[in-house]
């Protein structure tokens, strides 16, 4: 009820009211929640997730000038990959951004998780195999200095993560 009075019309979600600029993070991760409650059983207006899916899917494949700008499209890439659409342009955009302006930052990102969750998704193995091993790698690391950057830090990159590796990469977590 109150992720639907903060709904804008075009299907992404405002912090504290629904306005015509939605906050593309959290629209992202609210829509997460709505697909998780759907997974499991709980009544989701088909209307509100119909809305949210359309701006998602808009969202995935806008363009992307920072890390953080990156990183909130693939975790959108990852969820409509997750509900069944068909990602190749979408991903191979995103891959083609890192490896142009983030050559040496994106492969430890959680980005790099949600990507590779996407390419699991899609059966291609090898490629989610290559992506999750950095990240993966990142957890067992210690002391990292902590550093809170718009909806992103260790602990929210090491959380994803583990969510990720736990319910794509069982063998893995």
Known sequence: AVLRTRQNAEGGFGLWTASVEADEYA??????????????????????LTLANAWLERFAASPASSLHDVRARAYAAY???????LNT????????????????????????????ASY????????????????????????????????????IRDAQTLYIASRHFPDRA
């Open 89 to 116: 342009a979408n991903l191979a955009r995103l891959r083609e951004t890192l490896d142009k302006k983030f050559p040496a930052a994106w492969q430890k990102d959680s980005l790099a998780v949600f990507l590779a």
């Open 27 to 48: 629209s992202v991760h609210a829509i997460h929640l709505l697909v998780e409650a759907k997974e499991r059983g709980f009544a989701v207006p088909p209307d509100m």
């Open 120 to 155: 699991k998704l899609m059966k291609d193995d090898k490629q989610a195999a290559q992506l999750i091993e950095a990240p993966l790698a990142q957890l067992e690391k210690r002391g990292e200095p902590f550093r809170y950057e718009r909806y992103y830090d260790p602990l």
């Open 79 to 85: 969820l409509t990959t997750r509900q069944g659409t």
